[in-house]
Each structure stands twice: as C-alpha cells, then as structure tokens.
C-alpha cells in the first residue's frame, strides 16, 4: 500500500497538472462537429488554445464566452446567448459544449438556467445541442474534466431503448489515450466482429488528417446519432478508473452493464481485455494477437536486463501513472518517486511506498538519485538539471513531433514502450562512456 502524500507548498512552482476545463474542452473534441466553449475570460482559452495546438499540431476548435470584471459581477447570460448564436451562424456545430472556469464557478453563474433561456429566446439553435458541465479549475485536474464531460454527454444526449443491437459494444476512452491508442482498441474490438461506439473518440478528429473541406468545428469523431443509441449496446467497456462514473451514469440510465479496464498497458492486463472480447463474441482470439503477444513476450525477454532494479520517478495524471508505473515495475523496475495531480482510487495501490499528490518541483527534488524520469515535456528542465533521461509520457508533449500516434495500448503499444525506453537507458549509457573517455583523454594530457 502506497501512502498518499498532500504537498502543502503555497503555491505551484512548476505546474505538473492541467486544468478541468481543458479536460472537458477536449472530451467535447471527439464528438463530430462539435465546438468545446469555455465560460470564462479570453486568457483561460487562450492559454488551453496554445497548449492544445502545441500538442497536437493542429487546428483546434476553442472559443470562449469572453467574462470581462463587468459581466463577470454582473452574470453571464449575455455572453453565453451571445456567443452560442455567433457560433451557430458561424460554424453551425452539432454540438456546443460548455466548459466553467474559475472565474464563473466563483461567481456562481446558473448555466443550466442561461441555456434554458437562450432556447427560449433562439429557436434557430433548436437543432444544435447544448452541453454544460461544471468544470471549476481551482480543485480537481485534467482527467476530472474529462470524465465530467463524457458522464453530462451521457446524461443529456444518450436515448433510453428497449432494443439491444448485437455485436453493438460501447467503448468509454479514457484522457490518457492518444488518437493511435484509441484506434488500436478500435482495430482490436473489430476484429473480434464487434462494432464499437466510442466516446470520445479523439482518433477521428484530432489524429492529423488533411480534410477535404475546411470546417470551423472538429472533423470526425463521434457522430452525435451513434452516441445517442449507446443505450442499444450489449455492454460498456471503459478504460480507466477516470471513466467509472461515466460507465455507471449509462448503466443506471439504460440498463447496459460496464466492465472497467483499469490499464491495456503490459502483458496481464493486456491478455484480460482480449479475453473479455473472446468471451462477448464466443470467438477463438485471431492469431494476428497471438503472434503480437508472442512480440511483446519476445521484447520483455530482450528488454528485461535493461529493467532489473531500475530506480524511476513518474509525474502524471492517476490513470497514466498506473498504466505506465505497474507496467515497469512488472519490468522489474522500481518507482522511487511517483507524482501525480488528483486523487484517485489507485494511488493506495501503486508499487511504490509513496505518492505525492503535488508539480514537477516535488519531481525534481524526489528524482534524485534516479535514472529515468517520465514525465510530460515540462519535466525537460528537471531532466536538463539532474542529467537524467526523460521519456516523454502524457499531455503536453510539445518538443516531439506525432504526439497523437505514440501507441501505448495492447501488445504493440506495450512492445513500443519497451523498446523506446531501453534506447533511450542504452543511448545514455553510451553518453556516460563518451564522458568517461572525454575525461581520461583529457587528464592524460594533463599529466
């Protein structure tokens, strides 16, 4: 049992977290023609603009209700009527998705009521869906906005339906899922002769295509009719503890029954998932997974000597660092710092003796003494300083090029961690030789 740890610092000096309402932002970009909108002032969405653009390289849906000190005292109605017809004119969205903020949550906006009077007022928004969720950013993190976002979508869109479709399955993705992860169970799930509904599902509209057309709102993604027969499904599969609530809202409101996958990182847990299928087809496992099991296994044999009482230190979201920790440990690593930015039920349970609900400064000081720091890009600077390597896991991941294809899932994405991280332990093995050599070279002259 690990002990959770509250670092009572007074302010955050290196932020490992991000915000709920980004979360939720981006939870609302894999619905198609969709529009994520934040209720507060321009700065916040700016800010999550720039973070999002850097990450995915992309263009990135955002738009944000504008709150100056004025309408902020005063409530926000005007600005949210105002800007969900501008954005319908505009963009005409199947969706618009209303993500709080700090500023709105402390003010107290009914939003719930705004939008009730905007229908009122603006029946040319009768065909666009309107969505709020409550997102305040001064408590909770990144994947509580997105679990949020995906448990009100559920709430407000999905229809109650007596009919069950067969080989129909839901599939609740989790934040810590790239675009290439969530295709990957895709591929998975369908070729176990299942069709999947999967919300979000960032694959379609964040996985870097050239659209034919241009379009203001996101491109792919889940269609809204397909999210509404959700309740039709013979079961829910959601992966990760974040998605919980989500998968118990659909249950309770049509009667689907949910299994959660706490990790499809790592040969276990890997081996569970396609179990599950095999059991919900009653289909013998295709032997493409066989042979890529027999991969991973492959890799683990060629890797392990790397792994064997490897000192780490992990700075993430709950999910991600479960997934990616357990995985290295089953390794033989060893998790000698482990930070993260919001409770969970995991953390007691993490193979460590500690974790730290705390920022990348509360990384640094603990990784000393390690020899693998992972880490989102913030943590290059702590890397830089203690000399020692990052591999780069998480959001924002703003120095590499093809964030939203970095596979982590199944047994390819399993294999890919491996072989990505003994590399990059084998190419600074190889630099500390060089300065080994370097130093010799250059006491020999010396003497």
Request: aromatic fraction near 6%.
């Amino acid at each position: 049992m690990a002990t959770i740890i509250h670092s009572k610092k007074a302010c955050s000096v290196s932020p490992l977290k991000l915000s709920q309402p980004i979360g939720g932002a981006l939870a609302f970009m894999g619905i198609n023609r969709s529009m994520p909108v934040l209720h507060g002032s321009q700065g916040c969405t700016a800010f999550g603009l720039v973070l999002f653009v850097r990450h995915f390289r992309e263009m990135i849906p955002l738009q944000t209700t504008a709150m100056n000190e004025v309408t902020t005292i005063m409530g926000g109605l005007e600005n949210i009527e105002q800007a969900i017809v501008n954005i319908y004119k505009r963009a005409k969205p199947a969706l618009i998705g209303i993500c709080s903020t700090g500023l709105t949550e402390t003010k107290g906006d009914d939003v719930e009521s705004y939008l009730k009077v905007v229908r009122q007022r603006h029946s040319e928004v009768e065909d666009c869906q309107l969505v709020y969720v409550s997102t305040p950013d001064f408590v909770g993190a990144f994947q509580d906005g997105w679990g949020k976002a995906v448990s009100k979508m559920i709430e407000v869109l999905v229809e109650k339906s007596s009919e069950t479709v067969k080989g129909q399955i839901n599939i609740l993705a989790g934040s810590h899922l790239s675009a290439a992860d969530i295709e990957e169970i895709k591929e998975m799930v369908e070729d176990f002769g299942l069709r999947a509904i999967i919300l979000p599902d960032i694959s379609g509209s964040l996985d870097g295509h050239l659209p034919e057309d241009f379009t203001p709102t996101t491109i792919g993604g889940t269609p809204l009719e397909k999210l509404k027969e959700m309740g039709k499904s013979e079961v829910t599969i959601a992966i990760g503890e974040q998605m919980r609530a989500a998968a118990m809202a659909l249950e309770i409101k049509t009667g689907v029954p949910f299994f959660i996958f706490e990790r499809l990182t790592g040969l276990a847990s890997v081996d569970l998932f396609i179990e599950r299928l095999s059991s919900i087809t009653q289909k013998p496992v295709p032997n493409k997974y066989r042979r890529q099991r027999s991969q991973l296994v492959d890799a683990m044999l060629d890797c392990q000597f790397y792994f064997g009482g490897l000192p780490i230190a992990l700075g993430a979201e709950p999910d991600l660092l479960w997934a990616i920790g357990n995985f290295l440990v089953e390794m033989g690593a060893k998790i000698t710092a482990a930070i993260t930015t919001t409770e969970s039920v995991l953390l007691p349970n993490m193979p460590c003796e500690t974790v730290t609900i705390g920022d990348l400064e509360d990384l640094e000081t603990m990784a000393k003494g390690t020899e693998l720091i992972l880490t989102h890009s913030h943590g290059r600077g702590a890397s830089r300083r203690l000399g020692i390597p990052l591999y780069r896991i998480g959001l924002p991941m703003f120095d590499r090029v093809g964030a939203a294809h970095r596979l982590s899932v199944g047994y390819r994405g399993s294999r890919n961690i491996l072989f990505e991280i003994t590399n990059l332990l084998i190419e600074q093995e190889e630099k500390k030789e060089e300065e080994k050599e370097r130093t010799h070279f250059f006491t020999s002259l010396s003497g």
